[in-house]
């Protein structure tokens, strides 16, 4: 599968963006979708995750009550909805593509990931 992710830009804290990722070339609802971010100099790190059956998802702690992830099947995408969001989540947001038995929250869980898409919050 193929991963196009879009939607970042530039936005004041306590602003708002949607992220989407289209997928291709492949299976969208065998899989489970997963958005990450990596800032300058950090790793990589788990935002939110939303599974292939039953559209049951989970975010960090850092995502909780301000980011949303949701999927649609029919248009084979995922978003990644960013609310009130803050300096600390300037970052390449990622898209990802794997498969399994419980929701997956780690970089090595995923097997296909999108380009990013650079999301900046100025204070």
């Known amino acids: 599968v193929q991963l196009q992710a879009s939607g970042g830009g530039s936005v004041q804290a306590g602003g708002s963006l949607r992220l989407s990722c289209a997928a291709s070339r492949g299976t969208f609802t065998s899989f489970d979708m997963g958005w990450f971010r990596q800032a300058p100099g950090k790793e990589r790190e788990f935002v939110a995750a939303?599974?292939?059956?039953?559209?049951?998802?989970y975010s960090a702690d850092t995502a909780k009550g301000r980011f949303t992830i949701a999927r649609d099947n029919a248009k084979n995408t995922v978003y990644l909805q960013l609310n009130s969001l803050k300096p600390e989540d300037t970052a390449v947001y990622y898209c990802?593509?794997?498969?399994?038995?419980?929701?997956?929250?780690?970089?090595?869980?995923?097997?296909?990931w999108g380009q990013g898409t650079q999301v900046t919050v100025s204070s």
């Open positions: 990802a593509a794997g498969r399994g038995l419980r929701i997956l929250t780690r970089v090595n869980d995923y097997d296909y």
């Open positions: 939303i599974t292939s059956s039953d559209g049951v998802w």
